[in-house]
């Protein structure tokens, strides 16, 4: 009898394994939130280019900041209002 597939690991465990020295699994945080931070990033702009542009430099500047992620919101939120600034 196979298994069901395993959920998914939510956010805060990704999040905890990076800041505990697994920062290959990052990845896993940029596969789930580059589609909708580059959509969010060309309702700005409107312009694809730009949009992934500043949508990646989002995704790197949360991963430089990700220590000083408080968890008061949710990550997608916290992302989200970084490709808004």
């Given at each position: ?44 702009v409107g312009h694809a280019e730009d949009a992934k542009e500043l949508s ?30």
């Amino acid at each position: 009898m196979e298994r069901p597939p395993a959920d998914p690991p939510s956010d805060e465990t990704i999040i905890d394994a990076v800041l505990g020295g697994a920062v290959d699994r990052y990845a896993e945080l940029v596969a789930r939130y580059r589609e909708p931070a580059w959509r969010l990033a060309y309702g700005f702009v409107g312009h694809a280019e730009d949009a992934k542009e500043l949508s990646q430099n989002a995704l790197v500047k949360a991963y430089r900041h990700l220590a000083a992620f408080r968890r008061q919101a949710k990550f997608s939120t916290w992302l989200y209002r970084i490709v808004a600034n």
